[in-house]
């Protein structure tokens, strides 16, 4: 049943947005090369897998109805997803056609997306807790 992809999808994108993360740190301090590639290739696959993630939510949710009745929208599982992967879009779409940018506001960089990283955890969680795992 379609149904059932979503909870097989959604490690993917948390997995690999968050690595990514961790490799941009890693490239901060270390300034090697390699490692900004492995950011730039995590982020990249992870906002790939992301689609499929939203896409089967949002499937999922035409058979739960969650979506558009949850409000506050910090307490609404998908709208936390999109936010945190529109801002992870937008962050990687700042590094790669913004070099020069990049390199002068790098912390604003990284602070930002530790806390998309933070809000995708968060979403995460409210995802664990609608489909009753905790």
Request: proline share 2%; no cysteine; aromatic share 18%.
């Amino acid at each position: 049943m379609i149904s059932d992809w979503h909870p097989l999808v959604i490690h993917f994108p948390i997995a690999l947005i968050s690595t990514s993360v961790a490799f941009d740190y890693l490239f901060y301090f270390t300034k090697r090369q390699d490692i900004s590639s492995a950011s730039w290739w995590t982020m990249f696959a992870g906002l790939v897998s992301s689609l499929a993630a939203i896409a089967s939510g949002i499937i999922d949710d035409s058979l739960i109805g969650h979506l558009g009745s949850v409000w506050p929208i910090w307490y609404n599982h998908g709208a936390m997803q999109i936010i945190a992967v529109i801002g992870f879009a937008l962050l990687f779409y700042f590094k790669t056609s913004q070099e020069e940018l990049y390199k002068k506001y790098t912390i604003f960089y990284l602070l930002s997306a530790t806390m998309l990283v933070v809000i995708l955890f968060y979403g995460a969680h409210l995802g664990a807790q609608l489909s009753g795992r905790i």
